[in-house]
Nanobody, 112 residues
Framework: QLQACGGGLVQAGGSLRLSCAVSGSIFEINVMGWYRQAPGKQRELIARIANGGNTNYSDYVKGRFTISRDNAKNTVYLQMNGLKPEDTAVYYC????????WGQGTLVTVSS
């Protein structure tokens, strides 16, 4: 089970920190990712992190978002800075590249 939280309404240029609690041990999951789905668009991967700490970001968020994981707490984080209105979406965490069933995401709304 994947439970994302930390979303909300923020002005452009603001910051949010998302958390995702994972049932079970994420130590056994090599790569975890953050995904988002904007209104009328397909869900997309925006950041991923491997167990060894290697990270990858989509060009849309590179330099603004930071993904991290705490295996001891079975939690994945997404620090989002410099938010833009186009970042408005429902955000989810899941395994990459083959996701589990999707949990309830958290809505991020960025006002201009």
């Amino acid at each position: 089970q994947l439970q994302a939280c930390g979303g909300g309404l923020v002005q452009a240029g603001g910051s949010l920190r998302l958390s995702c609690a994972v049932s079970g041990s994420i130590f056994e999951i090599n790569v975890m990712g953050w995904y988002r789905q904007a209104p009328g668009k397909q869900r997309e991967l925006i950041a991923r992190i491997a167990n060894g700490g290697n990270t990858n970001y989509s060009d849309y968020v590179k330099g603004r978002f930071t993904i991290s994981r705490d295996n001891a707490k079975n939690t994945v984080y997404l620090q989002m800075n410099g938010l833009k209105p186009e970042d408005t979406a429902v955000y989810y965490c899941n395994r990459w590249p083959v996701p589990y069933s999707w949990g309830q995401g958290t809505l991020v709304t960025v006002s201009s």
